[in-house]
């Protein structure tokens, strides 16, 4: 369904038009563009231009299809904690743009992987931002993320109707708490009746003060993958250690939504790398994908650098009151929390950033390896940015995803890879590819605009001209927080 943008009648001439599934580019071709569709593809179509149509003259640019970012968390402001009435302004005009944010760098889908419907239905109201789908959070009891929550409240927010009674843990529930109302196939047939996507599943013993964290058993997941398979839902695994890896493969789940960070979490660190080579040919042949997530941890270590903010691409996605907030002493408090705990509150701020890139050497070097040997294997990476992990403002909407393609190449990944997983692979993964991921008629006009080849450098992203949305042709700059 398409959401609601006030879709134009759109006339493209003479764009140079790439298949992701092809890697090649054509030659110029006119597109015509009614009600939110792709109606025709082809040599001089001026024919069929409308007096009403607004023409756009690609020549010498090249059109490709939105992309898609498989793994964001869209609700809340990233690094905000709090209700102080005071930045209840500042606060708007950043829900405002974050859409505007995704958009920017050319994300015109989203799967948001704990969405809730009435947020996802808001979400899409909105005038210019990425089209949002969402998975159902399928958890336990005191498990990660419910553990972030007070023992109560975990029985009280609106994903609760999505727990497992989990057997290993009969005795927490509250009374008003209907076991039979929470078996596999009663929160998957929930999940599909509200509108959702896929199914998201935790396989996470915990980090930082949240340790020894309950996981699901491997006879549960596999119930809720038989059933979520039933009614065509992919089922969506958070886990980033080998042990993780290990439940994916015995539990039969379709996605891995992270990269190998842990190499020796809850393992015998000197079997360690004979098996992580096995499991990614493992992992291939038994089709499960997998998101590498790279930024995520570059993420979490920029944000100890004092020059942050300095990077242009920052400017365009937050704007400026908020990105004031971020370094003022209220806004560094997760700064202040990690570095205290971490490599201690006494070194400057540059001594500080050093640490934390040595800190976060070895798992960059992990998941860079790991990723390296599911592709040599032929196991299919999908791409997933994971804005925001958590509460950093350095992995903020769009320009977070934008950073995750440069450190997919850094692992040796091509160009027209990359294009294909953030296109027509992600729209497979989402079962809409009849919609979604490639340039063709019948197809939802989600397009983009740009002056470079996108084959021959990932800076091609960055000459974005037009982002157009359900048939609605933005400006880039337009988009912009400036």
């Known amino acids: 369904m398409i959401s609601p943008v006030s879709a134009q009648d759109l006339f493209i001439k ?23 569709k792709i109606v025709a593809i082809g040599k001089n ?10 023409q756009i003259d690609a020549r010498g640019q090249f059109l490709i299809p939105g992309l898609i970012d498989t793994h964001v968390h869209l609700d809340g402001v990233p690094g905000y904690v709090g209700k102080r009435p005071e930045d209840a302004g500042m606060l708007q005009e950043a829900r405002l743009q974050m859409p505007r944010s995704y958009a920017y760098f050319g994300f015109t889908t989203v799967l948001d992987l704990t969405g809730d419907p009435s947020f ?15 998975c159902a959070p399928v958890t336990i009891p005191n498990g990660y993320p419910a553990s972030w929550m007070d023992k109560d409240l975990q029985f009280q927010v609106e994903g609760t109707k999505y727990m497992l009674f989990d057997p ?63 009614l065509q839902l992919p089922v969506y695994l958070h886990g980033n250690s080998q042990a993780a890896y290990e439940f994916a493969l015995k539990t039969g789940v379709t ?16 079997l360690n790398q004979q098996r992580l080579q096995a499991m990614a040919q493992e992992l291939a042949a038994a089709g499960i994908s997998i998101q590498p997530t790279i930024q995520v941890l570059y993420g979490e270590q920029e944000a100890m650098n004092p020059d942050f903010f300095k990077n242009p691409q920052v400017t365009h996605a937050i704007p400026q009151q908020l990105a004031g907030w971020y370094q003022s002493d209220a806004g560094q408090w997760m700064n202040k929390l990690l570095a205290e705990e971490l490599v201690g509150a ?13 800190m976060y050497a070895k798992p960059l070097n992990t998941v860079r390896q790991m990723t390296q040997q599911l592709q040599k294997n032929g196991a299919k990476l999908l791409f997933g940015s994971d804005t925001p992990s958590g509460p950093f403002y350095t992995q903020f909407p769009g320009v977070n995803g934008r950073w995750e393609m440069d450190r997919w190449l850094e692992t040796g990944i091509s160009l027209p890879q990359l294009l294909r997983a953030m296109t027509i692979e992600n729209a497979r993964a989402l079962g809409r590819e009849k919609l979604l991921g490639s340039v063709e008629k019948g197809k939802q006009a989600d397009l983009l605009l740009l002056q470079q080849n996108p084959l021959n450098s990932v800076t091609a992203y ?21």
């Not at 179509?45 to 607004?54: H, P, T």
């Not at 996802?120 to 969402?134: D, H, K, L, R, S």
């Not at 006494?346 to 934390?356: C, D, G």
Request: proline share 7%; charged share 20%; hydrophobic share 40%.
């Open 462 to 482: 960055d000459s974005i001209t037009q982002v157009i949305l359900r048939g609605k042709a933005h400006d880039r700059a337009s988009l912009s927080a400036h």
């Open 120 to 134: 996802i239905a808001q979400w899409n109201a909105q005038p210019a931002g990425p089209q949002a789908y969402f």
């Open 14 to 36: 003479q764009a140079q038009i790439i298949q992701p599934d092809q890697a090649q580019v054509s030659q110029p071709q006119d597109v015509v563009i009614r009600e939110g």
């Open 168 to 230: 290993a843990q009969p005795t927490v529930y509250p009374a008003n708490f209907k076991p039979e109302a929470h078996t596999p196939q009663a929160v998957v047939a929930a999940a599909k009746r509200d509108g959702a996507s896929c199914i998201k599943v935790f396989y996470e013993t915990g980090f930082g003060a949240k340790k020894n964290l309950p996981v699901p058993s491997q006879e549960l997941i596999q119930a809720v993958v038989a059933h979520a398979k039933k």
């Open 346 to 358: 006494t070194i400057s701020p540059a001594e500080r950033y050093q640490a934390f890139k040595k």
């Open 45 to 54: 179509l001026q024919a069929m231009r409308r007096k009403s149509d607004r």
């Open 255 to 270: 996605t891995l939504v992270h990269g190998m960070w842990h190499e020796t979490k809850q393992v015998d660190a000197d």
